[in-house]
């Protein structure tokens, strides 16, 4: 079956500029999750929806980042007046029942965007 | 979360057996042990997840120390597509988030 999708796969934009990148998860998954992957390092959390609510932003930067899942299903991470610092894959990971499955939930992740900020 | 611990880097060859080591001595009793690894140019994928047995898959096996400080994902037969960066990621299951915690995780090369 079809699994997580991110669009664009490749993002190319200036600073100052904004940015939304786009996460459509497997069908049928309540849970949704953002992370970002800078070169060399494991990707890092940045939020995590249970449906239509965001269960846990903790992992946000600052205020220049915020992510949108207003049906429970296709997410967009929206980055205001990008910096350099931006720069990173942003990957997104969808699974079956998230907190409902305490601890033991696989998660699938997609092939990511690759953001580069000039 | 607790911590975990893995080798930069580790190098097998293809058709044989290879053992990733992953060490975490404040696992809690409740942190369930999980694996995913990481393919050139692709998203992580899950690989296998054990709480205090040992468990097998398709993909691979676990085996977990009795006293649950460490554990060893087990690759049976190495082919050149295990080639991968591959990370040990402890999930608590009282309540804590559901995100998952990546460390810089192992690099795995395989030789043909």
């Known amino acids: 079956g079809a699994g997580v999708s991110q669009t664009p796969s490749n993002k190319v934009t200036e600073k100052g500029k904004y940015v939304e990148l786009r996460c459509d998860p497997i069908?049928?998954?309540?849970?949704l999750y953002w992370y970002r992957q800078s070169l060399g390092q494991g990707p890092e959390f940045l939020i995590y929806?249970?449906?239509?609510?965001?269960?846990?932003d903790s992992g946000l930067p600052n205020d220049r980042f915020f992510a949108v899942r207003p049906e429970g299903s296709v997410s967009t991470l929206k980055i205001q007046r990008t910096e350099r610092g931006d720069s990173a894959v942003y990957l997104c990971a969808s699974s079956l029942a998230g907190e409902l499955a305490i601890g033991t939930d696989t998660q699938y992740f997609g092939p990511g965007t690759r953001l580069t900020v000039l | 979360d607790a911590k975990t611990t893995q080798p930069n880097s580790m190098e097998s060859n293809e058709e044989e057996p290879v053992h990733l080591p992953c060490n975490h001595s404040t696992i809690s009793g409740t942190d369930y042990i999980h694996w995913y690894r990481q393919l050139p140019s692709q998203g992580p994928e899950y690989v296998i997840h054990?709480?205090?047995s040992n468990v097998n898959n398709r993909m691979a096996s676990l085996a977990i120390a009795e006293d649950r400080k460490s554990s060893t994902l087990i690759l049976h037969r190495a082919t050149l597509r295990d080639a991968a960066v591959y990370y040990c990621?402890?999930?608590?299951?009282?309540?804590?988030?559901?995100?998952?915690?990546f460390g810089k995780g192992m690099k795995l090369t395989v030789n043909p």
């Open positions: 054990g709480l205090t």
């Open positions: 929806f249970q449906g239509t609510g965001a269960a846990d």
């Open positions: 069908s049928g998954h309540t849970a």
């Open positions: 990621i402890l999930r608590d299951t009282q309540g804590g988030s559901e995100k998952l915690v």
